[in-house]
């Protein structure tokens, strides 16, 4: 009898539960992160866009991670929020190499920003007197240019590497979306050096960057407890620690589901770490450095009373026009 491999044209995705309304409740509580964290990035955006006091460097690189958050989260959760509702948990093989190209590329240039970020830090309070020469504008462009060339050669080599391979057994993707590690599992064909080099990339990647972020707080926290006034090192850890927080999160979940083995049976722990890597960074982000951040405050109120103005200047013009 003839042995017949049928390739794998399309993959099913692993849902949170397959009970209806655990479903919807998982729908409802996806729906609200991702308009929190729409909501949240975007004012950031507009806000570091508009207002000329956050022209700063730090605030362009916030905009920048602010825009990046927004497309990182929206290759993953709009497309569960649909699988819940529609109970359709099937994705076509052009769209699982779709999204995997881009949760790669959105993951290693928020990392690189990440590391951006720490040396503007860095900068900031290490060498204050030439932070305006270190992170002039053209500078920080280029740090923001090569953050988004790492993550497309990170994204193309990587999913390159894993759709080299043949899948021809079972389509039933242990994740709520295209994985790497999980994909590989499926892999029919040999996969050794598809899998060292997907794993070399990403965690070379993660390491270099480990190190300069782990290099520039050494460096910053030296300098700040040698600050004479409580006030001037309150003021240095406040805008240190949410960022040290942020990264702390996103590398260690990102690195735990890339280097853990991939479980044999469903986990809903495989499933509760990829959340904390791909969903939550993009929802904390603007509350962690919205609400630390003095600037980004006044800067919200002083919108809220100009779109106000404006408003109630429509107002009176719309009431004393004269009628024809």
């Given at each position: 009898?003839?042995?017949?491999?049928?390739?794998?044209?399309?993959?099913?995705?692993?849902g949170?539960?397959?009970?209806?309304?655990?479903?919807?409740?998982?729908?409802?509580?996806?729906?609200?992160?991702?308009?929190?964290?729409?909501?949240?990035?975007?004012?950031i955006v507009?806000?570091?866009?508009?207002?000329q006091?956050?022209?700063?460097?730090?605030?362009?690189?916030?905009?920048?991670?602010?825009?990046?958050?927004?497309?990182?989260?929206?290759?993953?959760?709009?497309?569960?929020?649909?699988?819940?509702l529609?109970?359709?948990?099937?994705?076509?093989?052009?769209?699982?190499?779709?999204?995997?190209f881009?949760?790669?590329?959105?993951?290693?240039?928020?990392?690189a920003?990440?590391?951006?970020?720490?040396?503007?830090?860095?900068?900031?309070?290490?060498?204050?007197l030439?932070?305006?020469?270190?992170?002039?504008?053209g500078?920080c462009?280029?740090?923001?240019?090569?953050?988004?060339?790492?993550?497309?050669?990170?994204?193309?080599?990587?999913t390159?590497?894993?759709?080299?391979?043949?899948f021809?057994?079972?389509?039933?993707?242990?994740?709520?979306?295209?994985?790497?590690?999980?994909?590989?599992?499926?892999?029919?064909?040999?996969?050794?050096?598809?899998?060292?080099?997907?794993?070399?990339?990403?965690?070379?990647?993660?390491?270099?960057?480990?190190?300069?972020?782990?290099?520039?707080?050494?460096?910053?926290?030296?300098?700040?407890?040698?600050?004479?006034?409580?006030?001037?090192?309150?003021?240095?850890?406040?805008?240190?620690?949410?960022?040290?927080?942020?990264?702390?999160?996103?590398?260690?979940?990102?690195?735990?589901?890339?280097l853990?083995?991939?479980?044999?049976?469903?986990?809903?722990?495989?499933?509760?770490?990829?959340?904390?890597?791909?969903?939550?960074?993009?929802?904390?982000?603007?509350?962690?450095?919205?609400?630390?951040?003095?600037?980004?405050?006044?800067?919200?109120?002083?919108?809220?009373?100009?779109?106000?103005?404006?408003?109630?200047?429509?107002?009176?013009?719309?009431?004393?026009?004269?009628?024809?």
């Amino acid at each position: 009898m003839t042995n017949v491999t049928m390739l794998t044209t399309e993959f099913i995705l692993q849902g949170f539960s397959d009970i209806w309304e655990h479903q919807i409740l998982h729908a409802v509580l996806f729906i609200l992160i991702y308009l929190i964290a729409l909501v949240g990035n975007l004012l950031i955006v507009l806000l570091t866009t508009l207002d000329q006091h956050l022209h700063s460097p730090m605030h362009f690189f916030l905009r920048t991670l602010s825009f990046l958050d927004v497309c990182f989260i929206s290759v993953t959760v709009p497309k569960a929020i649909t699988q819940s509702l529609t109970q359709n948990s099937s994705i076509s093989f052009l769209g699982c190499i779709a999204q995997v190209f881009l949760v790669v590329l959105f993951a290693c240039t928020e990392l690189a920003l990440l590391t951006v970020m720490s040396y503007d830090r860095y900068a900031a309070i290490c060498q204050p007197l030439h932070y305006q020469l270190i992170m002039r504008k053209g500078a920080c462009e280029q740090m923001v240019a090569a953050s988004w060339l790492s993550g497309i050669v990170s994204g193309f080599l990587n999913t390159t590497a894993t759709f080299s391979l043949s899948f021809c057994g079972s389509n039933f993707v242990h994740q709520f979306f295209c994985e790497i590690p999980s994909l590989l599992k499926l892999a029919c064909s040999e996969k050794f050096l598809a899998e060292f080099a997907a794993i070399i990339i990403t965690t070379s990647l993660g390491i270099m960057c480990f190190i300069c972020i782990l290099v520039s707080y050494i460096h910053i926290f030296s300098t700040v407890l040698r600050i004479p006034s409580v006030e001037g090192r309150s003021k240095a850890f406040s805008t240190c620690i949410p960022h040290l927080l942020v990264v702390t999160i996103f590398l260690n979940t990102g690195s735990i589901a890339y280097l853990k083995p991939v479980p044999k049976s469903p986990s809903i722990w495989s499933l509760m770490v990829s959340v904390f890597y791909t969903v939550v960074p993009p929802t904390l982000n603007p509350i962690i450095y919205s609400l630390k951040n003095k600037d980004m405050k006044s800067a919200f109120w002083r919108m809220l009373r100009k779109t106000a103005f404006i408003f109630s200047n429509k107002i009176t013009i719309v009431k004393i026009a004269p009628k024809v």
